[in-house]
């Protein structure tokens, strides 16, 4: 059970897999957990069909015994981070190529009310103020993270109706639900460019020149400035020890000139129940719970 802070705000994060939220606004949770929110995210799988990506760690031992690392990974970087976690219980459904199909039983395979139902019920218990998940593209074309968008943004309808799941709690409005903006190819150019011109080396070039013809990105509708937080979004990603190699790829990137250029984690507000700067053209805001305090106050 959830203690329930009727007078506090709560916000709510959605991923696919352990390791996700560090690597995704982390330094946002890590802000507004240290103002005192309520910070929870639901980890749809356990990562189970993950690889290693971190060669040091890249062995028959650690690869046999996965799932708990994986877990205790999680647990680490959650207690960095000031937030709690829970699992939703799903099992990761891999990356099958073009022509295999999903793996028997797995969360991307599953019918969209039931892979629902865990996250209904969740947001009914802890009654969040704000959801954050991802686009409908998932991010990137995994599997579970397009799945991981659908229950979301069903949960999210789902919770406020209490026709549907009547057995899963009382039912619960969340204010706003918002989609990452996390490493888009203007955070990466933006980079590459600062370090260019300041003749650091970027490995980021080959990645720009090979990023595919996409639909254009969604709006910026809210910048949380965060880069305080930096190190503590690191510290975070870097306890997922299996998933990230120290000074490669995402860790390569000086932090000084990140801060200087790119120093916001940035969201989309794809549904609002309240009023706010997000909701005119042009503006941007600067609170996750813009609108969402005013009503709480009134």
Not at 17 to 24: A, L, N, R, T
Request: proline share 8%.
């Amino acid at each position: 059970m959830f203690t329930k802070h009727p007078d506090g705000l709560r916000l709510l994060t959605v991923h696919a897999h352990p390791d996700d939220e560090s690597s995704k606004g982390a330094a946002t949770l890590a802000r507004y957990a240290a103002e005192g929110v309520d910070v929870l995210v639901a980890t749809c799988t356990g990562g189970e069909r993950g690889s290693v990506l971190n060669p040091a760690l890249d062995r028959p031992e650690v690869r046999a015994d996965l799932t708990r690392i994986r877990r205790e990974e999680m647990a680490a970087a959650g207690e960095i981070l000031g937030v709690r976690q829970k699992f939703l219980g799903f099992v990761d459904s891999g990356m099958p190529g073009p022509d295999e199909p999903l793996p028997e039983g797995c969360f991307a395979a599953q019918p969209l009310d039931v892979a629902s139902a865990p996250l209904v019920a969740l947001i009914r218990e802890f009654r969040p103020h704000v959801v954050i998940t991802y686009d409908e593209t998932g991010g990137y074309p995994h599997p579970d993270h397009v799945m991981t968008h659908k229950i979301a943004v069903e949960a999210f309808e789902a919770a406020a109706d209490p026709e549907r799941h009547p057995g899963a709690g009382q039912p619960w409005q969340a204010t706003k639900l918002y989609y990452h903006l996390a490493l888009s190819r203007a955070w990466f150019q933006t980079l590459h460019d600062a370090m260019t011109e300041r003749g650091v080396p970027s490995d980021m070039g080959e990645l720009l020149a090979g990023w595919p013809d996409t639909s254009p990105a969604l709006a910026t509708t809210t910048r949380i400035t965060c880069a305080e937080q930096f190190p503590v979004r690191d510290a975070a990603m870097l306890a997922h020890a299996t998933q990230v190699q120290p000074g490669v790829a995402f860790m390569a990137h000086p932090r000084d000139i990140e801060r200087e250029v790119w120093p916001t984690e940035d969201y989309h507000l794809a549904r609002s129940f309240v009023s706010g700067p997000g909701a005119s053209v042009g503006a941007v805001e600067i609170d996750l719970f813009e609108g969402v305090r005013v009503a709480q106050e009134a």
